[in-house]
């Protein structure tokens, strides 16, 4: 898979996380699937690991401003956007493996999207087809994922569950988990 359809992939899921991303007004404080992390946390996460692993490394970071979590993102978001636009297929000297990095990335931010919807209580309307992607190349790296410590031990879930619920279960959320406070 090229470079194109690899950025393409990764800029549709942080689409769909910059739609949940809209959604939190208010709600910043709210918990999530991962105890770590609030709703706040976890954009800070997603805008973390994105800087660290891709804009930083090509001199791309945006100045963002402290506080307000929807304009720190879409900060973000275009940044990554023009940054992967502007490189398509040509990637002369790059400090980073992008089409090694973006199927990992693009996980990341999916899972993190249903972490971010469900602590906020909306729906995350996750792109099925990326999710299966994702799903297929978690399987196909799962000791990687387990060795590496970032993930809970996976939920088990009904053979018919969504493929949604099975990435998210893969990666040791509980597709049923619910915010305990209103």
């Known amino acids: 898979m090229g470079l194109s359809e690899l ?3 990764h800029l549709r899921a942080c689409a769909g996380f910059s739609s949940v991303v809209a959604r939190g007004e ?3 404080d709210r918990p999530s699937p991962c105890p770590e992390w609030d ?3 976890l954009v800070e ?6 800087d660290v692993l891709v804009l930083r490394p090509l001199g791309a970071k945006p100045k963002r401003p402290k506080g307000d979590p929807v304009p720190r993102w879409e900060l973000t978001h275009e940044a990554l956007s023009t940054l992967l636009h502007e490189y398509g297929e040509l990637l002369p000297d790059s400090p980073v493996d992008l089409p090694g990095l973006l199927p990992a990335l693009r996980t990341e931010v999916l899972v993190h999207t249903w972490d971010l919807a ?3 209580g909306v729906d995350a309307h996750l792109d099925e087809e990326l999710c299966a992607i994702a799903l297929r190349g978690a399987l196909g790296h799962e000791a990687e994922y387990r060795a590496s410590g970032m993930f809970s031990a996976s939920v088990a879930v009904s053979e018919g569950a969504s493929v949604t619920d ?10 049923g988990w619910r915010r305990s406070t209103p």
């Open 45 to 50: 996460h997603v805008i973390g690991f994105h």
């Open 166 to 175: 099975r990435l998210v279960a893969l990666l040791g959320r509980d597709p």
């Open 39 to 41: 709703a706040r946390g």
């Open 7 to 9: 950025s393409g992939q």
């Open 26 to 28: 208010g709600r910043w």
């Open 118 to 120: 469900t602590a906020l």
